[in-house]
T-cell receptor, first 111, second 114 residues
Framework: LAKTTQPISMDSYEGQEVNITCSHNNIATNDYITWYQQFPSQGPRFIIQGYKTKVTNEVASLFIPADRKSSTLSLPRVSLSDTAVYYC????????????FGQGTELSVKP | KAGVTQTPRYLIKTRGQQVTLSCSPI?????VSWYQQTPGQGLQFLFEYFSETQRNKGNFPGRFSGRQFSNSRSEMNVSTLELGDSALYLC?????????????FGQGTRLTVV
């Protein structure tokens, strides 16, 4: 499984756009990129998944360059409730049964 | 549709005892996975069950075991508890086809070993 590297922590203010970048230099051809969000004392929650280019849903956007060696999770206009740990996962499709989490990025949103 | 339910939410056990945790997946989901989360090691995959069979296994000692019943409910057992087993234990379920890497997590069981 491809190893991922993310910043350990990030700070932001309410209303700003937050971009969290994840490096995955050894991503395999059949690997997908998935992001999860976790609040304290809760289980992680799926945010978004993509393979290449750009994916957008009601919560976030995911940008993946052509070489797929990195990806950026973009959270538009964050609020205090977006304070959480964000995990970038890389692995084959159909891998919902076995998720390998890295260290994650602790995002702190301040008023 | 009800989410993933884990019981109990909190548990205190003494070193050397054994413990059983329970997980009820989302209705229709046949894959159930277990994870251990600690401040030092982060979120680590324990094992996955699908149709009552262990399909994937993480790198944990044999003291950690699980099983899945015909209704997809799953239990996880830890025997001979150690202080280091204190953690948040999370259960996740995924649809049969697992068409993507989306798993649905429960609130977890907070186990404290004293």
């Amino acid at each position: 499984l491809a190893k991922t590297t993310q910043p350990i922590s990030m700070d932001s203010y309410e209303g700003q756009e937050v971009n969290i970048t994840c490096s995955h230099n050894n991503i395999a051809t059949n690997d997908y990129i998935t992001w999860y969000q976790q609040f304290p004392s809760q289980g992680p929650r799926f945010i978004i998944q993509g393979y290449k280019t750009k994916v957008t849903n009601e919560v976030a956007s995911l940008f993946i360059p052509a070489d797929r060696k990195s990806s950026t999770l973009s959270l538009p206009r964050v609020s205090l409730s977006d304070t959480a740990v964000y995990y970038c996962l890389v692995g084959p499709y159909n891998q919902g049964g076995k998720l390998i989490f890295g260290q994650g990025t602790e995002l702190s949103v301040k008023p | 549709k009800a989410g993933v339910t884990q019981t109990p939410r909190y548990l205190i056990k003494t070193r050397g005892q054994q413990v059983t945790l329970s997980c009820s997946p989302i209705s229709g989901h046949r894959s159930v996975s277990w994870y251990q989360q600690t401040p030092g090691q982060g979120l680590q995959f324990l094992f996955e069950y699908f149709s009552e069979t262990q399909r994937n296994k993480g790198n944990f000692p044999g003291r950690f075991s699980g099983r899945q019943f015909s209704n997809s409910r799953s239990e996880m057992n830890v025997s001979t508890l150690e202080l280091g087993d204190s953690a948040l234990y999370l259960c996740a379920s995924a649809p049969e086809e697992a068409l993507n890497t989306e798993a649905f997590f429960g609130q977890g069981t907070r186990l404290t070993v004293v």
